[in-house]
């Protein structure tokens, strides 16, 4: 099938949340020895309680620090397997599903009470579902794709990792739409993104999974595809999975030197068990978001720009779509107690999304028209995905952005996708008109200061000025001025401030007219951990790995660099959590 600029052209308001609250970080005061024989001590000494280079890292964070190990008196039941997976999450289950239906002997337990999962989109390259669309995307074609995603991750990922996705890919997600339809799940597949530049174009590529009580796929399909993976563990395969069920530490064997040959977890009642494991442990926990120290350490960005969002404090393990924090870290803090190294891309990449609020171009987009900051000035060149934008948006004062467009915009094209749309549209959620996003734009309106799904305010008004008098917050007298100077841009067909490709520069004349306001942006998770090698075995400070021990999923190290820019959607749980997994525990169970 061959994509044209219409078929590209396709989009609906963009998504996102704000988010919100958290904790301050407690400083801590190292103390510093005095020079030797009473010389002065040198600026490099630092002086008590100040960290300098040199002594800086002799602290220790509270998550660093191991608990105490359980009496063996005080374990109430072992387990024995050939592979223990830690975690019912999409990674957990898909490796324990890969792993047994080559014969392997895999138990799964978790802290959670279900499987669990978030979101739907499943990044892949050859799948036989884009050969039936007639898309043509293969490792070979997707060179310049994956090349410019590396460059925007300044090459610190592991590339390793990311051929042995590309190269897996078709045949992973092939594997996993069969499975899936044998669990009543049909498979779809979502728009690609349209770039006028061509920077950030990608055909479609992001596969999610539906059925007729639930076809929002794009957002909600994870976890159908999760409890498709459990269910075929445990009645298809024979397998166990045991619920709220917490791991405590890993047991490493000679004084943590050894292979890791389990982990001693806590059951609901508060009693003890082991999981040992004659082959391997598999950590597949999530992130470490919902653990303050491990965010301010290794993720500070995010920390620091979410701080007063994310929520600390009881930890809910079956935390799906929420924008407070997920996972408190659990498998990344007991790999670190027995000597695993942490990856060495820094800081660890956050997922976030939001950017100016707006009419969306391929759903995914920042919006392309006019943005502004608090000064009522541009502050970038607009078109580009939700991801960027929101990086713009917290650079900006107060971290707020304004959009305005008018009523015409909505006839720049002749439909819009929304969010959850699919390629011939075959989960039923259609593309709105013209005149269906413009009454969309009316009911947000009537809200006012309300915030709504987008986490935005809208505005609308019969003139540029009343609009703008609206706009809470802005400078009036230089937005209008930039209003002004942005239509003589698009009359004539040039952007010579921040030069936005003509194709989608259209000037905001015909009443009515409409405007946002968001602040702050999306957090969703973030994307790291241990350091892993290519094979998914967690490694030693040498990149010697530890025999017994792997890991997957988002807590996967040196997978992404800088930030996830959704720029291949759907690549974390096409790559990741499916192909990554479904290789790993196919290898465990040759092992």
């Not at 999974?209 to 957002?219: H, I, S, T």
């Not at 007219?513 to 290519?534: D, P």
Request: glycine share 10%.
């Amino acid at each position: 099938m061959e994509l044209n600029r219409r078929d590209f052209l396709k989009g609906t308001l963009a998504a996102g949340a704000l988010a919100a609250t958290g904790t301050a970080l407690a400083a801590c005061s190292p103390s510093s020895g005095g020079a030797e024989g009473g010389v002065a001590a040198s600026s490099s000494d630092g002086a008590a309680g100040v960290l300098t280079a040199d002594n800086y890292r002799e602290m220790k964070w509270s998550f660093e620090i191991p608990p105490e190990p359980v009496a063996d008196s005080d374990i109430v039941e072992t387990y024995t397997h050939d592979i223990v997976v830690v975690g019912a999450g999409m990674a957990g289950l898909c490796t324990a599903v890969s792993a047994a239906e080559q014969g392997a002997d895999v138990i799964v337990f978790s802290a959670s009470s279900k499987p669990i999962s978030r979101g739907g989109s499943n990044h892949a390259i050859g799948s036989k579902y884009q050969k039936a669309k007639g898309i043509d995307y293969t490792p070979e074609t997707a060179r310049e794709i994956v090349k410019a995603e590396q460059t925007a991750g300044t090459y610190l990922m592991d590339k390793k990792k990311w051929e042995r996705w590309i190269n897996h890919s078709a045949e992973s997600i092939d594997w996993t739409i069969d499975h899936m339809e044998k669990k009543g799940l049909k498979c779809c597949l979502e728009p690609g993104y349209y770039d006028p530049d061509g920077t950030i174009t990608v055909p479609p590529a992001s596969h999610n999974f539906y059925n007729d009580e639930q076809p929002f796929g794009a957002l909600y399909g994870a976890p159908l595809e999760a409890q498709a993976y459990a269910d075929i563990f445990t009645d298809d395969l024979g397998g166990e999975i045991h619920y709220k069920t917490v791991a405590q530490y890993l047991v490493r064997e000679d004084d943590n030197t050894g292979r890791v040959s389990g982990v001693v977890a806590q059951r609901e009642d508060g009693s003890y068990v082991k999981y040992v494991a004659n082959k391997a442990v598999v950590l597949a926990t999530g992130d470490f978001s919902k653990n303050p120290d491990m965010m301010a350490k290794y993720s500070p960005w995010a920390w620091e720009n979410f701080k007063d969002s994310l929520t600390f404090g009881d930890v809910d393990y079956d935390a799906e779509l929420v924008y407070s924090g997920l996972m408190p870290g659990d498998g990344q803090k007991m790999g670190l107690w027995v000597g695993a190294a942490w990856q060495k891309t820094y800081p660890v990449p956050p997922m976030i999304n939001g950017g100016a609020s707006g009419p969306a171009h391929g759903v995914i987009s920042n919006f392309w028209g006019l943005n502004m900051d608090i000064h009522g000035e541009r502050y970038q060149n607009e078109c580009t995905n939700f991801a960027y934008g929101a990086i713009s948006v917290l650079q900006l004062p107060q971290k707020t952005a304004y959009a305005v467009w008018d009523t015409a915009y909505a006839y720049t094209q002749d439909e819009w996708e929304q969010f959850g749309c699919c390629i011939d549209h075959e989960n039923g959620i259609m593309p709105l008109s013209p005149e269906e996003l413009i009454a969309s734009w009316d009911q947000n309106a009537e809200g006012g200061e309300k915030t709504i799904g987008t986490g935005a305010a809208y505005y609308k008004a019969d003139t540029i000025e009343e609009l703008v008098a609206q706009m809470d917050g802005i400078d009036q007298e230089r937005a209008l001025a930039t209003i002004k100077q942005y239509n003589a841009y698009a009359e004539a067909g040039v952007d010579e401030q921040f030069h936005v490709n003509p194709e989608i520069l259209f000037p905001i004349s015909t009443p009515p007219f409409y405007a946002t306001k968001i602040t702050g942006a999306t957090f969703l998770t973030v994307c790291g951990g241990l350091r892993t090698n290519e094979k998914m075995q967690v490694c030693e400070e040498d990149d010697t790995p530890i025999e017994g021990l792997y890991n997957t999923g988002i807590m996967t190290g040196d997978f992404y660099a800088n930030t996830y820019n959704f720029v291949m959607p759907g690549q974390n749980l096409g790559a990741v959590c499916g192909t990554l997994s479904y290789l790993l525990g196919r290898d465990l169970a040759a092992l």
